[in-house]
C-alpha cells in the first residue's frame, strides 16, 4: 500500500537527536520534546514522497541542502523558545 509521507517529519526528529546528543535539553520530558518538533513542523514547509508503508526513504535524496540547513535553524530557535518557556505540567514530570 502506498502512503504520502512527510520526509520532512523525519528529518526533524532526526536532526533534533543529533543536535540533543551535544547540548542536552533544558527539559527533556516528552512534552518539551514534542513541542519543539511541532514548532519546528508548523514553521517548516512539508515535503511529502509517495512510497510503501515501512519503506526506508533516502530522506537526502528528497531534499535539497537549503532545506536541511532550515530544519537545523528551526530546530535552534524552537529548543530556545520551549527552553525557556516550557509548557510541561507537574504531571508530565513525574511520568518522563
Ligand atoms: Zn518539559
Known amino acids: ?3 504520502a509521507k512527510n520526509v ?3 528529518l526533524v526528529w532526526e536532526k533534533l537527536f543529533e ?3 551535544v547540548n542536552p535539553l533544558k527539559c527533556n ?3 518539551c520534546v ?6 519546528a513542523l508548523n514553521e517548516l514547509k512539508p515535503h511529502y ?9 533516502v530522506k537526502t535524496n528528497a531534499l535539497n ?4 540547513a532550515d530544519v537545523v535553524k528551526v530546530l535552534s530557535r524552537g529548543i530556545m523558545l ?3 518557556n516550557p509548557k510541561h505540567s507537574d504531571v508530565d514530570l513525574v511520568k518522563r
Request: net charge negative; with cysteine; proline share 0%.
Open 19 to 21: 543536535i540533543i546528543a
Open 65 to 68: 541542502a537549503q532545506v536541511l
Open 34 to 39: 514534542v513541542d519543539i518538533v511541532a514548532y
Open 49 to 57: 514522497v509517495t512510497t510503501m508503508r515501512g519503506e526506508a526513504i
Open 1 to 3: 500500500m502506498y502512503i
Open 29 to 31: 520530558c516528552s512534552k
Open 82 to 84: 520551549v527552553g525557556e
Open 8 to 10: 520532512v517529519e523525519d
